[in-house]
Structures are given as structure tokens and as C-alpha cells.
DNA sequence: AGCCATTATCGTCATGGCGACGACAAAGGG
DNA sequence: CCCTTTGTCGTCGCCATGACGATAATGGCT
């Protein structure tokens, strides 16, 4: 195999919350060239007897302090364009994770610092490498499985309220939802959340119904995103 | 960068196309060990300096004769389990093709011999590699996006009927559909399909308009997939 | 030529999901 | 005790769809 060209190969992650109504990515401040001091996605090198997802989920363990128990894991696509990295030829492969909001105190295993950063506050160009793309692939990814998967659960703690799942589809998609409509929907579709039977307490209004995710793999039919044909004016 | 593990990176097609009512996938017999004389996806090592999707569009030139005039390629996953192949470590990037059936001569530019080899024929564990899991994820890939996207249309000439589109999705998804319905609904959902203005000449039965690809990336509505919980007589 | 098999295309009708919205239930706060 | 807030159930009309029937336009056959 010596005869082959030598390659370099990394893990990404995109791992997005939803918190304080703002979907917001995971990121790590670069303590080392290149691109010192820029936020990027964290990650790291795969080991070489090292499997990718078994890569993929230490890298998420290491920068959230989580084994992934709740939330979900999936490969996003890699890239390795030849001067993504300008210290040679480095494949990444990128993967993407949906997690609820646990507060993590994302302790640095690294030095470097890392933080959740709303995307609203994220401006193009902003960030090391190609993660520009990377986290615009994730996230168009995110929403689309939003739409016929019931995915938005792992934004949500193992037991959820109808309307914290309808914040999080109005998160993600930066709609807003009816939310007569969407319990339909919601509690209709076979397999979606599964009823736990108690409900909240001391939160203003009603107590709501406490839910968890269902047992189905997809969505039939899909959660419809309403028009985003712009035009203000109906 | 030589501090870090050397990986070898290759690209492995999964190149698909109908012909004869039957779902086809490009195969090469291999020459050489691992493997030798077994089935396995085109593919090839990816160069130095030369970037992933150039190297997939490289293989499928070589395989096939053809520099993608027509048709679909897009990433399909990354494969690197550590032992997959006995040679060393090898992360591949797999691409899946849908290709019109142009009857390519698939003149073996390796020393290897390709031909179409259609599904029904292919038994689990055939394959050389994990090519056996990657055949599937690409299946699995394409009939899905049949149901989102018109990328039905890539498996077609660059003109073709409403009858021809609905074969391609009888014979990808196995299910029978009704042709009155399926035209409704190609032709009623806008950017589907965009109308020629002539017409078939010279078949059986009433001659048929032809029609090109349309515009539209994503169908919207999508198009349905019929109950697939028919327990046939088998 | 005439009939028929074949294929393409248009219509009709009932059903079901969805958007829009009204109504009621169940809590907390003044 | 009323009012606000939030959750849940119902109703209505529209539209896409599945299940057909009907008609159009060809080739093949006798």
C-alpha cells in the first residue's frame, strides 16, 4: 500500500442544539495554526485501527462530555478538497449530530475552548477550512429530515411536551406553526411519540401531556413545511 | 503531517441504470488480489492532488466511456472500517450514478472485465469488499430519492415519455402504478417534466408526447409510493 | 377496409390529509 | 373571582390522491 498516495484523515462534527429558541452549533476556538483564534467544527484525526463512527462518537464524547446517549448520529458527507488544509491532503469526513439541550459544560479536553454558537450570529467566511459548507450542508440536512423523519425528538429531553417539539420545528425551520394543527399531526401519526400517561406541572397554563419518542423510522406522511415562497404581501 | 496516521483514500462507484425492465449495477470482475475474480464496484484510488468529486467523475468516465452528459452522480457515504480491505487501510468514498441505459460498450480501460449485472440476479455476500453493504445503501438511496426528487428522469434519454418514466419507477421500486394517475400527476406537478412538443412515431398503440427534464430539484408534492405492506403470495 | 389489440390521455368520484379557525379545558396570577 | 395563558378537541372547505370509466390514436391482422 506504500505505493498509493498518503492521505490524512479527520472526523467533523456538526452538532446542533436548540436552545432559548435559537439553533445553535457546536464550535471549538482554534489554538493552533492554521486558522489560530478562528472558531471551527470540532474534530479530530482518525485513528488508524480506529472505526469512522467509533471516531465520530469519541470526538462527540471528548468535546461534550456525553456518550451520546440521548440525541442522534449520522454521517453527513465528507470533503477533501486537495487544499482544504494547508498542511497537506486531508479527507474529512463530516457527521452530524442532534442533541438536546443539556447545558453541557463543555469542558475543553483540548485546550482549545468550545462553545454553542446561535447560527443567526454566525456571518459566511467565519469559520477554519471549509466548515463554512460543512455546517450549511449540516443544517440544510437537519431541516430536511425534519420534515419525514421524527428527528426532532433528539432535540428534545426523553420526555417532551407537544409544544417543545413544535418549538423545535419552528426553530429549525424559522416558521411558525399552528399549533391546533400540529398536535393533530403530532398524536395522529402512528409511531411518532409514544404517550407516557403523566403530564407537566407548575408551568403557566395547562399542564400538557408528556410524550416520547414513538418507535417509527419515518414519517408517512411527512411534516409539511409551510410555504416559504416569501412574498409578504398574500 | 507525517506525524499522522497514512490512510489510502479511493473512490467505489455504485452506477446504476434500468434496462430490460430490470435494475442494473455496473460490475468489474477483479484481476487481482484481494478478492481475485470476484464481483466488486468500479472504483480507484483517488490522486494526490485531485479533488473527490473529480475522481469519482474520473472512474465513471473509465468504466463506462462516458463523461456524464446525461444522468445523476452525488456522494453516496464513506466506508473505513479498519479491516475492510487486507491490504492496509483504506477509507472509501462511494458515489452513486444513475445513468440512462446507453448500451455502453464498458470497454474495460483496466484490465478488468465490466458488465451490467441486473439486482435480482445478486446474492448477499457476492460482492468483493463491503461492497455488498454499499450495492444496498445506494439502492436504498435511489429508490428514496425517486419519491422527492424527478431524478427518475436521469435514468431516461434526454427525451422520453410519461410511459418510460413510469417503467423506471415500476421497475426501481418493484410496484405497479396506475398510468392514469402517474400522468396526472407528472405532468400536473410543475417543473416535473417540461413538454417537447412532438411525439413517438412508429410504436404500438397511440403515439405518446415526449418530454425533457424539468427545472424543479425537489417534487413537491412528493411522489407517493404505493402500500408496500402487500404480503405477496411468496 | 374493417376489426381489434394496444397504448395514451382525459374525466369523474369518493376519501383523507391539511390549513384556517372556533371552542373548551385546566392551570396560575392579580 | 376574573383574566390571562397554554393545551386539546372539533368543524369546515380545499386539494391531492386512489380507483376506476371513457375516449383518442396508432399498428396488426384478416
Redesign the pocket.
Known amino acids: 500500500m506504500a505505493e498509493y498516495p498518503p492521505f490524512a484523515v479527520t472526523v467533523d462534527l456538526v452538532v446542533l442544539t436548540v436552545r432559548a429558541d435559537q439553533l445553535c452549533v457546536l464550535l471549538v476556538r482554534r489554538g493552533i495554526e492554521p486558522y489560530r483564534g478562528a472558531w471551527a467544527l470540532p474534530g479530530g484525526f482518525v485513528g488508524i485501527d480506529e472505526d469512522l463512527p467509533a471516531a465520530a462518537t469519541r470526538e462527540l464524547a471528548e468535546e461534550t462530555g456525553l456518550a451520546e446517549p440521548a440525541g442522534h448520529l449520522e454521517q453527513l458527507g465528507t470533503y477533501g478538497h486537495p487544499r482544504r488544509d494547508p498542511r497537506g491532503r486531508v479527507v474529512t469526513v463530516a457527521w452530524l449530530a442532534l442533541l438536546p439541550d443539556q447545558a453541557n459544560p463543555v469542558a475543553g479536553t483540548d485546550a482549545a475552548s468550545a462553545d454553542w454558537l446561535p447560527l443567526s450570529q454566525l456571518s459566511p467566511g467565519q469559520l477554519a477550512f471549509d466548515h463554512d459548507r460543512v455546517l450549511a450542508d449540516g443544517v440544510e440536512r437537519a431541516r430536511a429530515k425534519l420534515e419525514y423523519t421524527p428527528l426532532a425528538a433528539a432535540f428534545c429531553p426523553p420526555e417532551f411536551?407537544?409544544?417543545?417539539l413544535r418549538g423545535v420545528y419552528e426553530t429549525v425551520w424559522g416558521t411558525r406553526l399552528?399549533?391546533?394543527?400540529f398536535?393533530?399531526?403530532v398524536?395522529?401519526?402512528p409511531g411518532f411519540v409514544a404517550p407516557v400517561g403523566r403530564?407537566?406541572?407548575?408551568?403557566?397554563?395547562?399542564?400538557?401531556?408528556l410524550f416520547r419518542r414513538g418507535p417509527a423510522p419515518l414519517l408517512h406522511?411527512?411534516?409539511?413545511r409551510?410555504d416559504q415562497t416569501g412574498q409578504t404581501g398574500s
Chains 1, 2 share one sequence.
Do not use: S
Not at 403530564?199 to 401531556?209: H, L, N
Not at 406522511?221 to 409539511?224: A, N, Q, S, T
Open positions: 411536551t407537544v409544544a417543545q399552528d399549533p391546533r394543527n398536535h393533530r399531526k398524536t395522529g401519526t403530564a407537566t406541572e407548575g408551568d403557566r397554563g395547562r399542564p400538557a401531556q406522511p411527512p411534516m409539511l409551510p
